[in-house]
Nanobody
């Protein structure tokens, strides 16, 4: 059974940092692309970053490029999102997702999400 469990969210002041984690189980970690997406209040899903399958490339949305860093510990089946220089517009529920293959494929499995609130 595939499971994705996010953690690490919280309340942080603008300019601060958070590190989100995603514990993955039930599949070979590098077998498909992995993605972070977020959903702000009242908004749709926004793609944040993705690893390609085999973890050969990383892609970032322009809105987070230079501030967020996606990484992985394949031995532990863990996915991370280091978020620096946070802004109020980064406030959202963050989800990790397993793509059905490549980075362009639909999301096959989701976690329950972790809330990130950026506010003074």
């Amino acid at each position: 059974e595939v499971q994705l469990v996010e953690s690490g969210g919280g309340l942080v002041q603008p300019g601060g940092s958070l590190r989100l984690s995603c514990a993955a189980s039930g599949f070979t970690f590098s077998s498909s692309a992995m993605t972070w997406v977020r959903q702000a209040p009242g908004e749709g899903l926004e793609w944040v970053a993705s690893f390609s399958e085999k973890i050969t490339n990383i892609y970032y949305a322009d809105s987070v490029k230079g501030r967020f860093t996606m990484s992985t510990d394949s031995a532990k089946n863990m996915l991370y999102l280091q978020m620096n220089s946070l802004k109020s517009e980064d406030t959202a529920v963050y989800y990790c997702a397993k793509n059905r293959g490549t980075v362009l494929a639909p999301y096959e499995y989701w976690g329950q999400g972790t809330q990130v609130t950026v506010s003074s």
